[in-house]
């Protein structure tokens, strides 16, 4: 059984940092492209940023040169480096991994920007 949990979000003042974790567990993920997708209140869910099994990466324009996503394949893990955070980064963020044309999900983390 796949299962994602997150970890890492908080409340944090504009132009500060946060690093998100997602520990994977009930597949061989270092096969599958990972990535993370976030949902602000009263928004549809939207990509953030994705990394395939060889490490190429796909940024969403509104965090590309701010948002780092890595993975650690030993670790089962997939982390987001989220550095200079604005209000409008506020959203629950949430780990996905995509296998055989299914997408699953993890429960999601709240990160909050504000002063």
């Known amino acids: 059984q796949v299962q994602l949990v997150e970890s890492g979000g908080d409340l944090v003042q504009p132009g500060g940092s946060l690093r998100l974790s997602c520990a994977a567990s009930?597949?061989?993920?270092?096969?599958?492209?990972m990535g993370w997708y976030r949902q602000a209140p009263g928004k549809q869910r939207e990509l953030v940023a994705t990394?395939?099994?060889?490490?190429?990466?796909v940024y969403a324009d509104s965090v590309k040169g701010r948002f780092t996503i890595s993975r650690d394949n030993a670790k089962n893990t997939v982390y987001l480096q989220m550095n200079s955070l604005q209000p409008e980064d506020t959203a629950v963020y949430y780990c996905?991994?995509?296998?055989?044309?299914?997408?699953?999900w993890g429960q999601g983390t709240q990160v909050t920007v504000s002063s």
């Open positions: 996905n991994v995509l296998i055989d044309l299914l997408h699953f």
């Open positions: 990394i395939t099994s060889g490490g190429g990466t």
């Open positions: 009930g597949t061989i993920f270092s096969r599958y492209v």
